[in-house]
Nanobody, 128 residues
């Protein structure tokens, strides 16, 4: 199982970026169902939840700090999940990680310990 996040970079405050996460490996077959999430970790801080999306895409969750600015989406035909980030702020600066876990009803997808698979992060730097 592999997840690879990319699309990070440097942007000025007020700008936008679109992160992508590609999944691969036998576990991500066309018959597997996975919830996906994005987390971030700023220097000197703990990893925090950003957004999550259900397998079908019908349910999404966002951290209060990004509501109205970030949008999570997915394309199951491409085994990919995206994070559109608009109106970026300096405090959004962090390494962003994507995560995946098999669908289980009732699991709190805002918790990092409820994800089985993690990708390497991609750095987002927002300058004010």
């Amino acid at each position: 199982v592999q997840l690879q996040a990319y699309g990070g970079g440097s942007v000025q405050a007020g700008g936008c970026l679109r992160l992508s996460c590609a999944t691969s490996g036998r576990a991500f077959s066309r018959y597997s169902r996975y919830d996906m999430g994005w987390f971030r970790q700023a220097p000197g801080k703990e990893r925090e939840f950003v957004a999550a999306i259900s397998w079908s895409g019908s349910t999404t969750h966002y951290a209060d700090s990004v509501k109205g600015r970030f949008t999570i989406s997915r394309d199951n035909t491409k085994n990919a999940v995206y994070l559109q980030m608009n109106s970026l702020k300096a405090e959004d600066t962090a390494v962003y990680f994507c995560a995946a876990s098999p669908v289980v009803d009732g699991v709190d997808r805002t918790r990092s310990d409820n994800y089985a698979y993690w990708g390497q992060g991609t750095l987002v730097t927002v300058s004010s």
